[in-house]
């Protein structure tokens, strides 16, 4: 098994930055992809940003690209979600997870949320 814990989030003014990091201990070699998610209030669960473990390619949807960067430390088994010119329209809980190769079909394993509140 895998164990996310989530670190960063909080309150900011619109333009603002913030970092979120996901730390992960556990099976950690098993880690094939880590992705960012947020479900804003009333909307869907959305992929924000994932990262691949081994090769560290990203993706970031469009809604967040040019101004969100993910990336890693595999020293610290970490992942960082590095938050710039934050919108009130991402204001969210943020959740982590990852896909191992146990299973990789699905995102097995998430962290506690976070909430990210931007204000305008």
């Known amino acids: 098994q895998v164990q996310l814990v989530q670190s960063g989030g909080g309150l900011v003014q619109a333009g603002g930055s913030l970092r979120l990091s996901c730390a992960a201990s556990g099976r950690t070699l098993s880690i094939i992809r880590t992705g960012w998610f947020r479900q804003p209030p009333g909307k869907e669960r959305e992929l924000v940003s994932r990262?691949?473990?081994?090769?560290?390619?990203?993706y970031h949807a469009d809604s967040v690209k040019g101004r969100f960067t993910i990336s890693r430390d595999n020293g610290k088994n970490t992942v960082y979600l590095q938050m710039n010119s934050l919108k009130p329209e991402d204001t969210s809980v943020y959740y982590c997870?990852?896909?191992?190769?146990?299973?990789?079909?699905?995102?097995?394993?998430w962290g506690q949320g976070t909430q990210v509140t931007v204000s305008s």
């Open positions: 997870a990852v896909i191992t190769d146990s299973n990789p079909g699905e995102y097995a394993y």
């Open positions: 990262i691949s473990w081994r090769s560290g390619i990203t």
